[in-house]
């Protein structure tokens, strides 16, 4: 198997003189970028970006994350070995769709509509029409765009009378779709020049590939309900479709888009957002994978996740556009398997130290991996502990442009980019909010986190179940108490009042303090 070379792969003089060369032109990048007023901006070439967002991947999962990992994840290791682990990045939900709705939009989804919970697979658009997102951004940059794999944020189904099909979200059966009409909405009408994928979750029918904005196979066979690990809902499938090729499938049709558009178009950019359908269920690792780990067959699946990973970045040093690739692999929230019984025998902290898991207010819903390589910029096997969220992807792109975020667009999005060159800055990110499956807030500022709600806001600890003597909200100092179990909410009066006043103005005012 290829392995990317990195500063952590080379032995001797070559890693030392390597290590000169990097640290002399990262500073003078750093020098360059210090020159430029509110700035850190770069100049020409302008980077290839790739975005991989893994789906329910835990912080715990990568054993470059967690020493104590039972599964081996050597491809996505050498990502951080050859660029910066960011240990304090969030998701701004601990939830599949507002998650995937902030790193586009750069927006907190609880603005929209979309107040708790996710959409399924008939349910509308949830990007409002003309609102800008980071792919049309990029368009207009000059930019090609791509997004491969899990959408999830709703589309423009339309019935045998050219209409939607639906009014409302939470539609589990199909409501009526004409799958011979193009989808009306959906990502070609959001700023991706090209989508291949599917429409939600891999658990979510219709069960079929969507090819731009047509279906590659009408949905026409039943499929009943199955149970975890397989878990996924009934409805109808297309007769090629199977739900165990759909990592494969989609790995393949990105691959074929790099190689499509480097051929035709190598002094164009390219912006691929890669949202992988694993490991979250149905958890079915092709044979070649099983027994490869030591967390059972979920672990096994991130193996097959991180070997996925590894086959990007290998087309990309192939195409030889790896060394000025901005490529960041993240996920949409933490694990789920911490609840599953059948998961539990193995021992394995799939979210790491963090309280709770996927659909929680807690840490571990919403702290997830996040490892970013920019070879001709990055200094390898860098770290940053500086907090950062998802929704601030789009001012960071922006700001690495030198170009202006437009008017009306990515109110919550605070750009990072200055520490992809100085890490350990003290910079320090405005107040950033975090929501949970059943609509509880956390705010974070600074060390400090205050969460609305007695439970966790999700699955693990429901408000039904939390002690009547609990108080009505929790109060944390991340750096004395990361794993939040000591609530200061009684102890620090003041700092639950100041936070609470915080979290007010950016829910009432339309768009967080200091963004962009």
Not at 48 to 53: D, K, T, Y
Not at 227 to 233: G, S, T
Request: aromatic content about 10%; hydrophobic content about 35%; glycine content about 8%.
């Amino acid at each position: 198997m290829k392995r990317v070379m990195c500063n952590h792969f080379l032995p001797g003089i070559t890693r030392w003189v390597y290590t000169a060369v990097m640290g002399v032109f990262v500073g003078l990048v750093v020098s360059a970028a210090s020159a430029e007023e509110g700035t850190v901006g770069l100049t020409e070439p302008r980077p290839n970006i790739v975005i991989v967002l893994a789906d329910d991947l835990g912080y715990g999962d990568l054993s470059c994350l967690n020493p104590e990992s039972k599964i081996p994840t050597p491809r996505m290791d050498e990502l951080a070995a050859c660029g910066m682990i960011f240990t304090d990045a969030h998701t701004p939900s601990s939830v599949c769709t507002p998650t995937r709705y902030g790193l586009l939009v750069g927006r907190y989804c609880w603005r929209t509509r979309l107040k708790r919970g996710v959409l399924l697979g008939f349910d509308r658009p949830l990007i409002e029409a003309e609102r800008p997102t980071l792919a049309s951004f990029l368009r207009e940059q000059g930019y090609a765009t791509a997004a491969i794999g899990k959408w999830h944020l709703g589309l423009g189904w339309q019935s045998p009378e050219g209409k939607p099909v639906t009014d409302r979200d939470g539609t589990t059966e199909d409501p009526g779709v004409d799958y011979t009409r193009p989808i009306t909405e959906g990502p070609l009408t959001v700023g991706f020049d090209y989508f291949f994928g599917i429409a939600a979750s891999l658990d979510m029918a219709p069960y079929c590939y969507i090819e731009n904005d047509r279906v590659t196979e009408v949905p026409t066979e039943p499929t009943e309900g199955k149970a975890f690990p397989v878990n996924w809902r009934p409805g109808k499938r297309a007769p090629n479709f199977h739900h165990e090729e759909v990592v494969d499938k989609c790995a393949e049709a990105a691959e074929r888009w790099l190689r499509r558009h480097v051929k035709s178009s190598p002094e164009k950019p390219f912006f691929l957002y890669y949202a992988l359908t694993a490991p979250h269920t149905p958890v079915l690792p092709l044979p070649q994978y099983l027994g490869k780990s030591r967390a059972g067959i979920y672990g096994d699946f991130v193996v097959q996740v991180d070997d996925v990973v590894g086959r990007l970045v290998d087309l990309l040093r192939e195409l030889r556009v790896w060394e000025n690739t901005l490529l960041i692999l993240t996920s949409d929230n933490g694990s789920t398997m911490t609840i599953r019984k059948e998961f539990q025998q193995y021992n394995h902290l799939t979210n790491y130290i963090f309280r709770g898991q996927k659909s929680d207010i807690w840490e571990g819903g919403h702290r997830v991996p996040f490892i970013v390589t920019w070879p001709a910029k990055i200094k390898p096997g860098s770290r940053c502990d500086r907090a950062v969220c998802l929704v601030d992807l789009f001012a960071t792109v922006a700001e690495l442009l030198k170009q202006p975020v437009p008017e009306g667009a990515a109110e919550d999005s605070v750009s990072f980019a200055r520490l992809f060159f100085e890490p350990q800055t003290p910079w320090q990110r405005p107040a950033f909010v975090m929501h949970s499956i059943n609509g509880s807030f956390a705010i974070r500022d600074g060390d400090w986190k205050l969460l609305e709600c007695r439970g966790s806001g999700g699955w693990s600890l429901p408000e039904a179940k939390v002690p009547k003597d609990a108080p009505p909200m929790q109060l944390y100092n991340l750096a004395e108490d990361i794993s939040e179990q000591r609530n200061l909410y009684h102890e620090r009066p003041e700092i639950v009042q100041s936070l609470r006043a915080k979290l007010d103005r950016i829910r009432g005012s339309g768009e967080s303090e200091e963004s962009h």
